[in-house]
């Protein structure tokens, strides 16, 4: 954030009537509104939900949140819009999930300092498609230049690496994903899944350097009760907090 200057965005019925929408405001360090509230989606036809901003150290942001039937199929997906550091919009609304098949909800976003981000949610029936017994949520995630393009790693191509799974464990709802990145752009994921005896995770190294990445889901179950279960740092009764950790070039076992 630039001089300590924030962005607050909500959901608040639209304008027109037509159901809900996403709105921001920008303030400085001391709290004082820098300018009026801003409308952040273009589409205003359909309800648009929860959510998420991030900025960078200039004071540039991203915004995300889950769009009801905005990509021509009844269900939610993820959409986001960049805006600099005047809260100028860089760019219309753009999808962010590549699978638009079911419902994509709950989405969150983090930001480097040189402007490249990560967006992260859940998906309905994605991780584990090919069994009809098991439909429930993954954590899937992509990441983005400073521009809004999608990252490539030159290291293994040069296609984009579009969306990708974040969980190791598929069995049951992977939910409410957050996620958070360092100045360098390694950023770790977490998210609620169910909490059973036989899961066994590998607590990964907040200090690792590029290239070193947990070898699975990492349960971080606490006996604490707070939160409502939506909030990103929540930590509910009877669910398990998992995260992965990802180096700057998205690498994650098992999911690139």
């Known amino acids: 954030m630039r001089a300590g200057n924030f962005v607050v965005t909500w959901m608040g019925e639209e304008y027109n009537g037509a ?14 509104a820098l300018a009026s509230e801003f409308h952040v989606n273009t589409l205003t036809s359909s309800d648009q939900i929860t959510p998420a901003v991030a900025m960078d150290t200039q004071g540039n942001f991203v915004v995300t949140w889950a769009s009801y039937v905005q990509s021509g199929n009844n269900v939610w997906d993820i959409y986001a819009r960049r805006f600099n550091s005047a809260g100028t919009a860089q760019g219309n609304d753009f999808l962010v999930n590549q699978t638009t098949t079911y419902n994509q909800i709950t989405p969150d976003v983090a930001m480097s ?21 098991i439909r429930d949520y ?14 490539v790693d030159t290291r293994i191509g040069t296609s984009p690496v579009g969306e990708f799974q974040v969980n190791a464990d598929i069995l049951g709802d992977q939910m409410s994903p957050a996620v958070s ?11 609620t899944g169910p909490n059973r005896p036989d899961t066994i995770g590998l607590l990964a190294d907040g200090s690792a350097p590029a290239g070193t990445d947990s070898t699975s889901s990492t349960s971080t179950t606490t006996t604490t009760t707070s939160g409502d279960g939506t909030d990103d740092t929540t930590t509910v009764s ?9 180096n700057a070039s998205g690498e994650c076992p098992g999911r690139l």
Do not use: C, L
Not at 19 to 32: C, E, K, L, P, T
Not at 126 to 131: E, L, M, T
């Open 19 to 32: 159901g809900w929408g996403i709105y921001g405001r920008r303030f400085n360090s001391a709290g004082s």
């Open 113 to 133: 300092t040189n402007k490249g981000f990560v967006i992260t949610w859940s998906s309905f029936n994605q991780d584990y498609p090919h069994d009809e017994d």
């Open 138 to 151: 993954g954590v899937f995630a992509r990441m983005y230049n400073s521009n809004g393009s999608d990252y």
């Open 181 to 191: 990145m360092d100045a360098a752009g390694h950023y770790v994921v977490v998210w």
């Open 238 to 246: 009877n669910q398990t907090e998992y995260g992965n950790w990802v």
